[in-house]
């Protein structure tokens, strides 16, 4: 596997290909990426991941400066998984000037959900996206990009930016890889304590139950139905910011019959310190 730091760099490497396929990642890897790298290998004629701590979505008081940067094991994983090009830019490399241009996705879906508790997140997140974008695929007539469900309102946030610019790449969503008790798994899952990894999976189970009930009940008692889910969880010592149930194609509320609409439950809430995020489709 060759490791490359500069846009230069990766663009030599890249130069024979006529097809990447890439995965984007902050680093501190889990088998969730190993997975989607291993999808990567059969999709394009090189396989591309990025390890990049963005800076623009993080709000001034998470978790930057802390995030876990582990380049060398990283790197160990992504070669055994059988990457062929990680691209693992310094911060001056990517950001030589104020980052002034920015990309700003559609406030419709991006300004909701996540958005809402951590504004401007998803501008930080498309705009560095774009800037891999073209430092991947520039001069290519085709490519493949790989994302992760778990990140459900990201990779659709990325699809439609995909669409609108016009851009010649496939974006491909994984499966949620997930530990055996049903977390979701992330990288801020090693901020938990042994006491909140054994409390952590209360999410995913209280997602599948908001799921299962609005079915039951339908849209006119969805809202009753998100707030018992919310404050449930809450009365399990989390802090929840959101558990709600939305269509798959807007992330807008369902409305009417639901037998034949393609929905998503999702869910954001801090256990301790720790902020997790998940979803179920339904």
């Known amino acids: 596997m060759l490791i490359v730091h500069t846009l230069a760099d990766l663009r030599a490497a890249l130069s024979g290909s006529h097809k990447p396929a890439f995965v984007a990642t902050m680093g501190n890897l889990h088998q969730g990426h190993l997975d989607l790298v291993q999808q990567a290998r059969a999709l394009g004629d090189m396989t591309v991941a990025s390890i990049f701590v963005n800076r623009l979505q993080f709000a001034p008081h998470e978790d930057f400066d802390s995030y876990p940067r582990t380049l060398s094991e990283d790197a160990a994983q992504l070669k055994a998984t059988g990457c062929q090009v990680l691209f693992a830019p310094a911060e001056a490399e990517l950001y030589p000037q104020a980052q002034t241009f920015k990309v700003l996705p559609d406030p419709a879906l991006a300004d909701i959900l996540e958005g809402h508790f951590r504004p401007g997140f998803f501008t930080g997140v498309c705009t560095v996206v774009m800037k891999l974008f073209q430092a991947v695929f520039a001069g290519k007539a085709a490519g493949v990009a790989l994302f992760g469900m778990k990140d459900y309102q990201q990779q659709l946030v990325i699809r439609h930016m995909v669409r609108q610019f016009a851009l010649p790449i496939e974006i491909v969503t994984a499966a949620t890889r997930r530990a055996d008790d049903g977390l979701a798994l992330s990288s801020r899952n090693g901020y938990l304590s042994a006491e909140h990894r054994i409390e952590a999976v209360a999410l995913s189970r209280a997602l599948q139950q908001l799921a299962l009930q ?16 919310l404050q449930a969880l809450n009365a399990r010592g989390w802090q ?18 639901l037998a034949d609409q393609a929905l998503v439950a999702l869910g954001a809430a801090r256990l301790g310190k720790t902020r997790l995020i998940d979803n179920l489709e339904f």
């Not at 609005?214 to 889910?229: V, Y």
């Not at 558990?243 to 807007?250: C, E, F, G, K, M």
Request: aromatic share 2%.
């Open 240 to 257: 929840s910011d959101y558990l709600t149930v939305r269509r798959r194609t807007d992330l807008l509320a369902p409305e009417g019959a």
């Open 214 to 229: 609005t079915r039951q009940n339908g849209a006119e008692a969805l809202p009753a139905l998100e707030a018992q889910a």
